[in-house]
């Protein structure tokens, strides 16, 4: 079984080599970058299965790293917060990381939320996916791929299980709970805003329903509802 090649990038020199000796010993294989250029350039040059970002690193930060990586590749990323940075981290998930951790960080933790974003990216689920349609939105399976009006949306890997999610339920309210245990494979905080931000840039990706508003709604202090769109024109 092949290793999971890793990324981790964050200037503090000594923490990055206490992590990747952990995750080295949990079955990765992990490649460091001390700065946002540097991690970019690597990214671009070599195959990675997910990167761990730091946000705050000299120069450049972990954020404009991840903003430039967006325009060209869908790499999974964890996001390395400081702790109590609710803005660090709603930034980070509204620019497309899959995930986020605080630090200083449990290695334990680490690993397990990059087990986690990995079975996402893969498409691992006790549940076999199977091709999804309601209305002008297409979600096909063997590619992992969608469509909205017969035109491809790219979506990270938390935002695809996020929207099969909402397919499989279209017209009923998917709590906030389920979602996060559901699709970030973790129970949801209780000032935890991750979820808010991946549907609000699926909504961003899906654009509007043919009636003008939002196909996805959100129900006060319930969840969200995908709604049913009916056969695409």
């Not at 397990?112 to 549940?127: K, M, N, P, Q």
Request: proline share 4%; aromatic share 4%.
């Amino acid at each position: 079984m092949s290793r999971n090649r890793i990324l981790l990038a964050d200037d503090d020199e000594e923490l990055a080599q206490l992590l990747r000796d952990f995750l080295t010993r949990e079955g990765f294989d992990v490649v460091l970058a001390h700065t946002a250029d540097a991690a970019i350039a690597v990214a671009r040059a070599e195959a990675f299965d997910a990167l761990v970002l730091d946000v705050m690193m000299p120069g450049r930060s972990g954020l404009d790293a991840l903003r430039e990586l967006r325009r060209e590749s869908a790499l999974p990323v964890l996001m390395l917060t400081a702790l109590g940075e609710d803005i660090d981290r709603i930034l980070g998930l509204e620019l497309g990381a899959d995930d986020y951790i605080p630090k200083p960080c449990n290695p334990r933790e680490l690993a397990a939320r990059l087990r986690a974003v990995l079975r996402r990216a893969r498409g691992e689920s006790a549940e076999a996916l199977t091709d999804l349609r309601n209305g002008p939105i297409w979600l096909r399976a063997a590619s992992r791929s969608v469509s909205v009006d017969g035109k491809p949306i790219t979506l990270t890997a938390t935002e695809f299980d996020l929207l099969v999610l909402l397919l499989r339920e279209a017209g009923r309210v998917v709590s906030k709970e389920r979602i996060s245990q559901s699709v970030l494979g973790r129970a949801l905080g209780p000032f935890d805003r991750s979820i808010d931000v991946h549907v609000s840039n699926l909504r961003r990706k899906l654009g509007d329903a043919p009636d003008g508003s939002s196909p996805i709604t959100t129900i006060h202090r319930s969840g969200y509802l995908l709604r049913q769109l009916g056969d695409a024109a």
